[in-house]
C-alpha cells in the first residue's frame, strides 16, 4: 500500500523567514504533485514533478524531488502572509491510472 | 472552458436521510475520482470512475456508499441513511486517460 507523510504538520513562520516542508513516500511513483489549499476552498495545483532530480520553481516556492530517497521538498523563501494555506504532497502509484495518494498536509502560517 | 463542476457546493442533511453529490467532469474528460476530506485532514480517495464503468472502488466504504458515472450526464456519488461521521467535504476530479487530475471546488456535506 502506497503511504506518503509529511512534516511538519503544523508550521508558524515569520516573515521573511525560509522553510522546508518534506514529503516521504513508501512505493516507486511515476509522478508527484504539490498542491495548495485555502481554508474552505479546493485544491489549487503548484507543481508536477516528473523524474528524479526535477526541481520546480514558482515565485518563493520552490519543489524537488529525488525518486532514490522518495522523498520531495517544498521550499519557502521568504516568506510572505499570503502563502499562509495548507500544503499537501500527492504522488501517483503504480496503478496504470491517475489515482492519487495525498500526505497528511502541513498548515503553514506566516506571522508578520 | 468550464473546469470540474460539483454541486450542490454545501448538502445539509439529517441523519438517515440520503445525500447526492453531483460532478460534471472537465469537457474531453472521461475519468472521474472521487476523494473524501474529514475536517482538519487529508483527502483520502473513494473510487475511480469512467464512463458506464466503476473500475477503482478501492476507498470506499462497504455500506451506505455508491458511485456512478452514467453514459450521459455528471457522475454520483450517493450516501444513504447517512451519519454525523459521513460530514465531510467531498471532491471530484477529471482527467483524460493519462494526465494530471483537475478538482473541482468540492461539496460539503454536513449531517445534523
Known amino acids: 500500500e502506497l503511504k506518503v507523510e509529511q512534516n511538519p504538520l503544523f508550521l508558524s513562520m515569520q516573515e521573511g523567514k525560509n522553510y522546508t516542508i518534506y514529503c516521504n513516500y513508501s512505493?516507486?511513483?511515476?509522478?508527484l504533485y504539490w498542491y495548495r489549499q485555502d481554508p474552505g476552498k479546493s485544491l489549487e495545483s503548484l507543481f508536477v514533478?516528473?523524474?528524479?532530480?526535477a526541481v520546480k520553481q514558482e515565485g518563493r516556492l520552490m519543489a524537488s524531488l529525488d525518486t532514490k530517497a522518495r522523498l520531495s521538498t517544498l521550499h519557502i523563501t521568504a516568506a510572505v502572509h499570503d502563502l499562509s494555506a495548507t500544503y499537501f504532497c500527492?504522488?501517483?502509484?503504480?496503478?496504470?491510472?491517475?489515482?492519487?495518494?495525498f500526505g497528511t498536509g502541513t498548515r503553514l502560517t506566516i506571522i508578520p | 472552458n468550464a473546469g470540474v463542476m460539483q454541486n450542490p457546493r454545501h448538502l445539509v442533511r439529517r441523519r438517515g436521510q440520503e445525500a447526492r453529490l453531483r460532478c460534471s467532469p472537465m469537457?474531453?474528460?472521461?475519468?472521474v475520482y472521487w476523494y473524501r476530506q474529514l475536517p482538519e485532514e487529508g483527502l483520502k480517495f473513494m473510487v475511480y470512475?469512467?464512463?458506464?464503468?466503476?473500475?477503482?472502488e478501492s476507498g470506499m466504504p462497504k455500506e451506505r456508499f455508491s458511485a456512478e458515472f452514467p453514459k450521459e450526464g455528471p457522475s454520483i456519488l450517493r450516501i444513504q441513511q447517512v451519519v454525523r461521521g459521513d460530514s465531510a467535504a467531498y471532491f471530484c476530479?477529471?482527467?483524460?486517460?493519462?494526465?494530471?487530475?483537475?478538482f473541482g471546488e468540492g461539496s460539503r456535506l454536513t449531517v445534523l
Open positions: 476530479a477529471s482527467s483524460r486517460f493519462t494526465g494530471e487530475l483537475f
Open positions: 512505493t516507486t511513483s511515476d509522478r
Open positions: 514533478l516528473l523524474s528524479n532530480g
Open positions: 500527492a504522488v501517483v502509484g503504480n496503478f496504470g491510472n491517475e489515482k492519487l495518494t
Open positions: 469537457k474531453g474528460h472521461s475519468h
Open positions: 470512475l469512467q464512463k458506464e464503468n466503476i473500475i477503482d
